[in-house]
């Protein structure tokens, strides 16, 4: 089965098969294709299934790529924004809690009341300060003003304007049938002060002054000055009785007083 050509077929085209078409007729059958009824080829016998389908394997789903990971399939890789690791579908939304729209929290009364407790401390802590200062400065004047303290022995007494003091006592006190005779001193303890005597029986509201004193020196009026007392005798002419002894200034001003016993 040769041709001329030693191929052998006969001369002229060789035979096709049913599925060559070489001279623009009916085209050949296909397996799996719908057979061209009435174009040369008889019809299917009665109950006969039209164009069989050849068995086919089963197709895989859609996306699936073989022998690659799901992360290294062609989609995923060319997918924009596309992360295996999170999960499919719409992203859940982030908790809201009620606190989140709450307004801030109001700091005006905290301030208001630390405000007023550093016044009230600034003002108490003030005072203080202020008071301890006036009582540690001298009143006006005082610095002019001597105290009638003991300053040694006797019984203080001040002037009456204030501006001296000094001290007295009686030595001695005695009676007689004529009256009182007492030995007195006088000290100053700032300034020279000028000093005179009165006395009174506690029975009767009359004064008597002194007299002559028949003992000397004879101390009736007289002048003290720091670091020089005023010693002598003074006497009385009163009956005998408790009495009173006045110690005035130059003017007749008591100063201050001492009793005796009759």
């Known amino acids: 089965m040769s041709n001329a050509s030693g191929n052998g077929w006969p001369p002229g085209a060789p035979p096709q098969g049913p599925g060559s078409n070489t001279n623009g007729g009916t085209p050949p059958w296909q397996p799996g294709g719908t057979r ?4 040369g080829y008889p019809p299917p016998p009665s109950g006969a299934q039209p164009n069989p389908q050849p068995p086919s394997e089963a197709q895989p789903p859609s ?3 073989p022998g690659h990971p799901a992360d290294s399939r062609p989609d995923a890789q060319t997918t924009p924004g596309f992360d295996p690791r999170q999960a499919l579908g719409p992203q859940p939304l982030a908790s809201v809690s009620i606190n989140q729209f709450a307004p801030p929290p ?3 009364p905290l301030l208001i009341t630390l405000v007023a407790l550093i016044t009230l401390v600034l003002v ?3 005072g203080i300060y202020v008071r301890s200062l006036a009582g540690n400065q001298p009143a006006p004047g005082a610095s002019a003003t001597p105290t009638a303290t003991a300053a040694g022995p006797g019984h203080p007494f001040t002037t009456p304007d204030g501006r001296r003091s000094g001290r007295w006592e009686i030595l001695d006190s005695t009676w007689t049938d004529e009256g009182l005779q007492l030995q007195l001193r006088i000290f100053s303890d700032s300034g020279s002060i000028d000093f005179s005597f009165m006395a009174f029986s ?4 009359d004064l008597v002054t002194p007299t002559g004193s028949p003992r000397s020196p004879d101390l009736q009026t007289g002048t003290s000055t720091p ?3 005023a010693t002598g005798y003074v006497f009385f002419p009163m009956p005998k009785g ?3 002894i006045i110690l005035a200034n130059g003017s007749g ?10």
């Open 106 to 108: 109001n700091r005006t």
């Open 63 to 65: 996306g699936w790529w």
């Open 227 to 229: 670091g020089h007392p």
């Open 36 to 39: 061209p009824y009435g174009q």
């Open 124 to 126: 108490i802590g003030g």
């Open 242 to 244: 408790d009495a009173t």
């Open 253 to 262: 001003r008591q100063m201050s007083a001492l009793p005796v016993k009759g």
């Open 202 to 205: 506690n029975a009767s509201t």
